[in-house]
T-cell receptor
Framework: ETGVTQSPTHLIKTRGQQVTLRCSSQ?????VSWYQQALGQGPQFIFQ???????GRGNFPPRFSGLQFPNYSSELNVNALELDDSALYLC???????????FGAGSRLTVL | AQKVTQAQTEISVVEKEDVTLDCVYE???????LFWYKQPPSGELVFLIR??????QNEISGRYSWNFQKSTSSFNFTITASQVVDSAVYFC?????????????FGKGITLSVRP
């Protein structure tokens, strides 16, 4: 059973650019959640997708968008990058009706 | 609004010591879940334990135990006979409601260092 995999693991962007982060959910899971973890902070909920539909959103601006594919993998897109977007972006998957999340190792984004 | 407070920021112990990590939460819901996750240097959050708001029975699982008290809104986690491999950041989290459509609210985490 493979876990949650995320790509890329590290990336550096400049302010104003756009970035796409990818996530493959654990086998058998149909729900994907994205979290942002700033340095020294706990993860903050960005949004969740269930069967390709958005199923909840945290307090993040519309620059943060995403989608889920039929195979339940997911993408997080961030437009017009700002310095404060520098963080570890964590993807987590779960099965329907379960609230125990399986997390990936994250994508560390640095915005210069 | 829900909130999780982890007042301790860093704890350092010597191997084989017991260590307790504190967590206080706020919620208006009567149905909720509490979690502890561990984040090693590799970055991924590893699920440790979950309790629901209707079950205050405290349990022990190997070297881990937890103390859930609704009266004080606390959900403390204890590691017995700590080991160097326990060194990590530990997060307490709260999920309101039930099912997969409930988001997790995390505390700021506690950095645990276990010295040999």
């Amino acid at each position: 059973e493979t876990g949650v995999t995320q790509s890329p693991t590290h990336l550096i962007k400049t302010r104003g650019q756009q970035v796409t982060l990818r996530c493959s959910s654990q086998s058998g899971h149909n729900t994907v959640s994205w979290y942002q973890q700033a340095l020294g902070q706990g993860p903050q909920f960005i949004f969740q997708y269930y069967r390709e539909e958005k199923n909840g959103r945290g307090n993040f601006p519309p620059r943060f968008s995403g989608l889920q594919f039929p195979n339940y993998s997911s993408e997080l897109n961030v437009n017009a990058l700002e310095l404060d977007d520098s963080a570890l972006y964590l993807c987590a998957s779960s099965s329907a009706g379960a609230n125990v999340l399986t997390f990936g190792a994250g994508s560390r984004l640095t915005v210069l | 609004a829900q909130k999780v407070t982890q007042a301790q920021t860093e704890i350092s112990v010597v191997e084989k010591e017991d260590v307790t990590l504190d967590c206080v939460y706020e919620t208006r819901d009567t149905t909720y879940y509490l979690f502890w996750y561990k984040q090693p240097p590799s970055g991924e959050l590893v699920f440790l334990i979950r309790r629901n708001s209707f079950d205050e029975q405290n349990e022990i699982s190997g070297r881990y135990s937890w103390n859930f008290q609704k009266s004080t809104s606390s959900f403390n986690f204890t590691i017995t006979a700590s080991q160097v491999v326990d060194s990590a950041v530990y997060f307490c989290a709260l999920s309101e409601g039930t099912g997969a459509n409930s988001k997790l609210t995390f505390g700021k985490g506690i950095t645990l260092s276990v010295r040999p």
